[in-house]
């Protein structure tokens, strides 16, 4: 499956953004999809994740309430909007996709996006 996630930007702080992921090349129902972040100097961290189905989501307690992960898998697509953004959520948001269940690990995510940049100023 190929990843392609778009929509961040500049924002200022308590601002919102959506970012999208597309995807193509396979059967994507048959995928769990997570987001993950990777500020400078930092390593690459997770968000959020959804199910197959879209039933069933997890995020990291940094995000937790200020983040919300869904899916239309009609349309090949994973959405993560993102609300009250704060300078420390300033980083390069990726997409990624595995089969079957939803981990916090990404090296257990075999396929990526190219990541989209957020900056959030203060």
């Known amino acids: 499956v190929q990843l392609q996630a778009s929509g961040g930007g500049l924002v200022q702080a308590g601002g919102s953004l959506r970012l999208s992921c597309a995807a193509s090349?396979?059967?994507?129902?048959?995928?769990?999809v997570g987001w993950f972040r990777q500020a400078p100097g930092k390593e690459r961290e997770f968000a959020a994740a959804i199910s197959l189905n879209g039933n069933s989501t997890y995020y990291a307690d940094s995000v937790k309430g200020r983040i919300t992960i869904s899916r239309d898998n009609a349309k090949n697509m994973v959405y993560l909007q993102m609300n009250s953004l704060k300078p420390e959520d300033t980083a390069v948001y990726y997409c990624a996709a595995r089969t079957y269940y939803y981990t916090s690990h990404p090296y257990e995510y075999a396929y990526w996006g190219q990541g989209t940049e957020v900056t959030v100023s203060s």
């Open positions: 090349g396979r059967t994507f129902s048959n995928y769990a």
